[in-house]
């Protein structure tokens, strides 16, 4: 038993830090609502009332998934950075610019949009790379200092050149069907970008630990000193992952456009960039593990939704529930006692087994 | 004399499930000098924390001039009268000797420090000793061996009856050792009680009233020093005979394979610790370099191997240049590197022993495509150096950090070895690991020389060197002072001097 709870012990320990969030949740409900029965079945079954809600759960995860995915690339290499939302905008910006002054069949359309749309990301991506591998400027902080010239310089791009004044809002025109991501289940807005992320989970996966980047990226953020002793390229290494990590951001953001919007309209980041450093940590870094843990975020997500329409709980309860589980999550000491008194005990069986007389 | 301090069936396990001591008790007499011995990683260490607050262990108890104590960290140790000279010193650079002498115990006039009588209270314990230290001057300018008295020092104003000195001599050359002696023999007449924690077996029967010696987180047996001999005590350390012969040179005249010409150096801080370096090293050879630790091995190491660049000064490999090439173009051409560190350079320690064997390796033909990894192939490599090497892991998929020192040290020179270099160079080899392994090292590094490579050998460790080389170097000071020739002869003290600056090829004509 004890073997178990070591070898899995970070799937128990994220297990054991959701319930505490249910708990807490749990008692909230109770405390505020006129009717916590009611609030409770909609808190947890809410997402799974209608297929139209099972389908917004995995609509949403979309996107978050793949800033996930960006961000646990340059992450897996040490590069800690929170460059996902500023390239997912501004590639979404001048993807959209891109898609309604051009007009080719759908077959051609498609993959252009989304090869525009990551390689702005990329370019996005590789200017704190560079400044990273070049002059060791701190990439979070130019990360995050580039985020507010893409919010900027999008809204820019969208608002004095591709608005459509016609709409009565601050959006650009719609883009022509050719350039759509269909949705292909009735009653959802699920769409093909959902695709083409189940599509780059694997690649990455792939990527990261099938390939000789990836061993390079991984050896690289476990120890840098070793890389460059070994013979790894360490600059190449630094550059490629923000690059990288930038052209799937890119795609998180014109995914959505294409998908459910078919217009750019954003007046603000959307933030799923920031989900994407969320659900990397809680996955730790693994492309697999942080598609649930995006799941589990959209569906969090959907059920505030639900609260707010169906019940007096108010959906902030689901930001409540997201901030305990990410504290205990990171909480790099929560738990550990435990860990170590069973650590204790199976170092005190081993000895026993060894020595039986004493 | 009666029992000073007394330990019963102490248990430690650390958190990564390392049982460092297994029931351990033990007792020291008043005014005797205690020596510990054995192995790395055989607990001599760990108990000596327990006894000073570092560490706390699970079960047991500690005695201390008759009564039980609790220590839950350092400050309670001092405050009952223990004291300890850690392996690494635990000292201000930036701070004088006296200031260091008073951290946290200074005196004070309203709400400065009173620095005349400051001065005064270190002079008087210091002249109380016979322990003469330069107190005005900070700790980063003074050698290793004050550095080192001064650390004593520190036990002893603030009123140590029991000194813990852990490893003290590692750091320290023959001639400073010896001083230190006197001192710890000075210390005994004046009634303190030191605890001296060693693998040095010479220096242990020279000094100790009583040898315990540890294994396996045990204490094997206690006895009077006299009762003792060198080999016996290696016998109960490592539990089989060791041998200590030096290694015949090979008979083969090698010819010149690799040379460094005039390396320079000037580091971050504007210091130049490398003032034009040369040497020349011959195949089936082992050409050692000893010196007292930061005299710029560590800088000329990296910059024979690419880490770093040298300011001026050309590596050449059978002729060829190859300066300022990076770590694998140079890995390219046969050269291999174990590394002074291995936790810092030598591994990752998350990643498994399969991906730390390949990291100089992963992108040649028979361990990858044009893109993927050969998995298999790897895997097989691995398996295949993990018998080879001895390496004690479960798998060749377990992350590095679940082995002991000694596997971590053979996966690295496993890899090292095994990519039939034709130079090696090899800095500090065997530290930190057990005996066996030592050996196994050892005996590796001379079939790779039998074989033909030229190995390069850095070592703090002068028997390793005494032990391997066949020429040696000695280096102070950035400069290569002296080179013998290795003979039967030929002892740590004749090369002490050199290696403390007080003599210079030159001054020999």
Wanted: glycine share 8%.
């Amino acid at each position: 038993m004890d073997k178990y709870i070591l070898k899995y012990f970070n799937l128990i320990r994220t297990i054991i830090a959701i319930l505490i969030g249910v708990f807490i949740c749990i008692l909230i409900i109770f405390i505020i609502s006129k009717d916590p029965q009611n609030g409770l079945r909609y808190f947890f079954l809410g997402p799974f009332s209608s297929a139209g809600r099972i389908g917004n759960v995995i609509e949403m995860a979309s996107p978050i998934i793949l800033c996930g995915l960006a961000i646990s690339i340059p992450f897996q290499a040490e590069q800690f950075n929170v460059g996902a939302e500023g390239a997912l905008f501004i590639a979404a910006a001048v993807t959209t610019g891109f898609g309604v002054s051009t007009s080719f069949p759908k077959i051609i359309h498609i993959p252009l949009m989304v090869l525009v749309a990551g390689g702005v990301g990329a370019i996005w991506g590789f200017i704190p790379g560079i400044l990273k591998a070049k002059w060791k400027a701190n990439e979070l902080v130019i990360t995050l200092m580039m985020n507010y010239v893409a919010l900027y310089l999008s809204l820019y791009i969208i608002n004095f050149h591709f608005r459509d004044k016609k709409a009565g809002f601050l959006v650009s025109y719609q883009l022509p069907k050719t350039a759509w991501f269909d949705q292909f289940i009735k009653n959802t807005r699920i769409h093909y970008g959902v695709l083409l992320t189940i599509v780059f989970i694997i690649l990455v996966y792939i990527l990261l630990y099938k390939t000789k980047l990836g061993y390079e990226i991984r050896m690289t953020g476990m120890n840098i000193n070793f890389a460059k002793y070994g013979g790894i390229n360490t600059f190449k290494v630094i550059v490629l992952s923000q690059v990288i990590g930038g052209f799937i951001a890119g795609i998180a953001g014109i995914s959505e456009v294409m998908g459910i919007h078919r217009r750019f309209n954003w007046q603000g980041t959307p933030g799923y960039g920031w989900d994407g450093v969320v659900v990397a940590i809680i996955g730790r870094n693994h492309p697999i593990l942080l598609a649930f843990a995006s799941i589990f975020i959209a569906y969090l997500r959907v059920s505030g939704q639900v609260l707010n329409l169906m019940t007096d709980v108010p959906s902030e309860i689901v930001t409540i529930f997201e901030s305990i589980i990410i504290l205990l999550i990171t909480a790099e000491a929560f738990l550990t006692q435990w860990k170590y008194k069973i650590t204790l005990r199976e170092a005190e069986k081993r000895e026993v087994k060894i020595e039986p007389a004493s | 004399m009666g029992v000073i301090l007394s330990v019963k069936n102490i248990v430690k396990v650390y958190p990564n499930g390392v049982v460092a001591n297994k029931g351990v008790s033990l007792d020291v007499e008043e005014g005797t000098i205690h020596a510990i011995v054995g192995e790395n990683g055989a607990g001599k260490t760990t108990l000596m924390k327990i006894v000073f607050g570092i560490e706390e262990a699970q079960e047991g108890q500690i005695f201390f001039k008759g009564k039980r104590i609790k220590i839950k960290n350092p400050y309670d140790a001092i405050k009952n009268g223990i004291g300890m000279v850690h392996q690494h010193f635990m000292l201000a650079q930036d701070l004088t000797v006296y200031e260091n002498l008073l951290l946290g115990i200074e005196p004070k006039r309203g709400i400065f420090l009173n620095t005349k009588e400051a001065i005064e209270i270190t002079k008087k314990v210091s002249n109380d000793y016979g322990l003469s230290v330069p107190f005005d001057k900070k700790i980063k300018d003074l050698p290793i061996g004050l550095r080192q008295r001064v650390e004593i020092l520190k036990a002893l104003i603030r009123n140590a009856e029991l000194l813990i000195l852990d490893e003290p001599t590692s750091v320290l050359t023959p001639q400073e050792t010896e001083v230190l002696f006197n001192t710890l023999k000075t210390l005994k007449k004046s009634g303190k009680t030191i605890i001296f924690i060693s693998h040095k077996l010479k220096e242990v029967l020279e000094i100790a009233d009583k040898v315990t010696i540890m294994r396996d987180g045990k204490i094997v047996v206690t006895k009077d020093a006299k009762e003792l001999n060198e080999h016996e005590i290696a016998y109960l350390m490592v539990g089989r005979e060791i041998s200590f012969e030096r290694i015949p040179p090979n008979d083969k005249q090698g010819e010149v394979i690799f040379e460094a010409q005039n390396i320079s150096f000037i580091n971050e801080d504007n210091v130049k610790v490398l003032k034009g370096v040369s040497f020349k090293l011959k195949s089936y050879e082992i050409l050692g370099l000893c010196g007292i630790e930061g005299n710029g091995q560590t800088e000329l190491v990296e910059i024979l191997t690419g880490l770093r660049r040298p300011l001026t000064g050309k590596i050449l490999l059978k002729d060829k240049e190859i300066t300022n090439l990076l770590p694998r173009e140079i890995r390219e051409k046969r050269v291999s590197h174990i590394p002074e560190d291995r936790m810092k350079d030598g591994v990752a320690d998350r990643a498994t022993v399969e991906e730390n064997i390949i990291v100089d390796r992963y992108y040649k033909k028979s361990f990858s495509g044009r893109l993927l990894l050969k998995e298999k192939e790897i895997e097989n490599h691995s398996n295949e150096l993990i018998r080879k090497f001895n390496i004690l892991t479960i798998s060749s998929k377990n992350p590095v950090s679940s082995l002991s020192g000694g596997n971590i040290q053979k996966v690295v020179v496993a890899r090292e070895l095994s990519s039939n270099p034709l130079i090696i160079i090899a800095d500090q080899p065997t530290r930190g690991i057990d005996v066996g392994s030592e050996e196994l090292v050892h005996n590796l590094l001379k079939d790779a020389r039998d074989n033909g490579a030229g190995i390069f050998l850095v070592s703090a460790d002068l028997d390793e060197i005494l032990k391997l080389s066949t020429r040696i170097l000695v280096i102070y000071n950035g400069e290569i002072v002296k080179e013998f020739i290795n003979h039967e002869g030929l002892t740590g003290r004749d090369l002490g001097p050199y290696m403390l600056g007080l003599k210079k090829e030159k001054d020999n004509g």
